[in-house]
């Protein structure tokens, strides 16, 4: 099964999330989540039913900081500020067909996207700024 998977190159999280599902005997397409060509529809997609609040990278240094607080915001508000700074999209999103989810937690990517990983994988960034 191929999986497009939207990373922030050099991400360690995203590469520890590759290579388990590499390992679970998927084919893993890297993109660049920052330099994707985002529509505010397109990327609405990949969030589904999740509370906006969720739909954000918490280590990016505009939450971190207090500028961004994604609690206050509405789904236009995220959208747009998303396509601004991309820092801010959760990651990894990933992609089958037209099936998208994002963010790495286990239950989302067996019950939106059918996959089954051996090993659990920490979902979001282990790093601090970004």
Known sequence: MEIIFFEKPGCGGNAR??????????????????????TTADLRLFFGSMPVKD???RSAPSIKSGTVQPETLTAEAALSLMLEQPLLIRRPLLQI???????????DLKSRLGLELPETVP????HPNT
């Open 55 to 57: 739909w954000f990278n």
């Open 97 to 107: 067909g037209e099936r998208r989810c994002a963010g790495f937690a286990t239950a």
């Open 123 to 126: 979902d979001g960034c282990a």
């Open 17 to 38: 999330q590759k290579a388990a599902l590499r390992a679970a005997g998927y084919t893993v397409i890297a993109r660049n989540l920052l330099t994707e060509p985002w």
